[in-house]
């Protein structure tokens, strides 16, 4: 049993040596990559989709005429799916409802945890994918979401996990380096220490795996560009896009999930704060086609996603019109966008889809044997 905190990239070698399922025998990936992106934390289809009240023109008048529209997809409450951040995030994750326990935090009170494989742990299993080429990118004020990277099922987790990109796992870096480059004075070096270790702190889990190599010399390049004081790099929905897009012009991953979240700011009880928020998702989706479209790596041979947690409620009764919490119908009414490799362009599905089916679908489609989701694929979306 390990019991050391810090799991190094030379254990993670050493134990890819001892007959784990599916690591010495995985084949090498061939594709598509796939790109999931969160349109969180949490919209309406009536700021989002439907044309006319749209407030992201580029995804519902432009993207949409690139794939395939699914206006009716639901979170199912009958089968346990609850309409919050965390949680739906996990339902796309695992293609399950409940599929996390509350990892218990005095942080934290509402950190979860998976109880089975994510996708990034079903696709490192069967292929030959570096950790580094497996990515979450996350915001900062979601901390509860830093541990996603891999669940607790017994014949998956962390050898399969898939890395972070964010300011927290950047802040975890950069105080490491600060201490190791030393020149500081004693109640400097004070200072920076307890900075570090209260990030670490954050992370109860047994095992802390170590940010690999390639995510290392990323923030490295990342430092250098933007500093350590935090002051010149995007903050909010922005960051996330620009870590993406670092992302695949420095890591190329053929799977990474995009977690915004800036909508959720209505719950300060503007509502400038949600639609303005999702106008930046709209334009960071542009900017990410861009890059896909651009990239040798990724153009031809990618599948995108985009699809939001859950939903928002429509209550005009409520002093803030736009909660999420309470289960409601509305809250429960999703959507989402597919384009890409073998989807048909300008087509809108009309039939309900229920939200774990796509994890289903992402696993069917990157040639995945994902035995524990719960959802359908979704055959007819992709002919």
Not at 3 to 15: C, D, K, Q
Not at 237 to 260: F, G, H, I, K, Q
Request: charged residues 25%; glycine residues 10%; aromatic residues 8%.
């Amino acid at each position: 049993m390990i019991t050391r905190r810090h799991f190094g990239t030379g254990l993670a070698a050493g134990l890819a040596t001892t007959g784990l399922p599916g690591w010495a025998s995985a084949k090498p990936f061939r594709g598509p990559n796939v790109v999931l992106i969160r349109f969180g934390g949490g919209v309406r289809r009536a700021e989002t989709i439907e044309e006319a009240t749209t407030y992201a023109p580029y995804t519902r008048k432009v993207l949409a005429e690139r794939g395939t529209l699914i206006p009716n997809m639901t979170i199912d409450q009958m089968r346990g799916g609850n309409t919050s951040h965390a949680e739906g995030t996990l339902n796309l994750l695992t293609g399950r409802y409940q599929a996390y326990r509350d990892a218990g935090s005095g942080i934290l009170d509402d950190r979860l945890e998976p109880t089975e494989p994510t996708l990034f742990e079903y696709l490192r299993r069967s292929y030959d994918i570096p950790s580094h080429q497996a990515l979450l990118i996350n915001g900062e004020d979601r901390p509860q979401e830093e541990f996603f990277t891999y669940g607790v099922h017994g014949h998956y987790g962390i050898n399969f996990r898939s890395e972070m990109l964010s300011l927290h796992r950047f802040k975890v870096y950069k105080f490491a380096r600060i201490l190791e480059e030393g020149g500081l004075d004693e109640a400097s070096r004070t200072e920076v220490e307890k900075a570090h270790a209260e990030l670490l702190a954050a992370d109860t889990r047994d095992i802390q795996p170590e940010q690999s190599a390639p995510i290392q010399k990323f923030w490295a390049k990342w430092r250098d560009h933007y500093g350590d004081d935090g002051l010149k790099n995007p903050r909010g929905d922005r960051l996330l896009t620009e870590l993406s897009l670092w992302a695949l012009r420095e890591l190329r991953p053929r799977l990474m999930m995009v977690n915004y979240q800036d909508p959720d700011y209505v719950h300060w009880g503007n509502a400038s704060h949600y639609t303005r928020a999702i106008a930046i998702i709209d334009d960071g989706i542009r900017q990410i086609m861009d890059e896909l479209d651009r990239n040798d790596h990724y153009r031809g041979n990618t599948l995108v996603v985009i699809t939001p947690d859950c939903g928002r409620d429509a209550n005009p009764l409520m002093s803030v019109p736009f909660q999420h919490h309470f289960n409601s119908g509305a809250a429960r009414e999703v959507w989402a966008l597919m384009l890409g490799l073998g989807v048909p362009k300008g087509r809108v599905y009309d039939r309900a889809v229920d939200q774990s089916s796509i994890a289903a679908t992402l696993a069917d489609v990157m040639g995945v044997r994902a035995e524990r989701v719960e959802g359908d694929v979704l055959a007819e979306v992709l002919s």
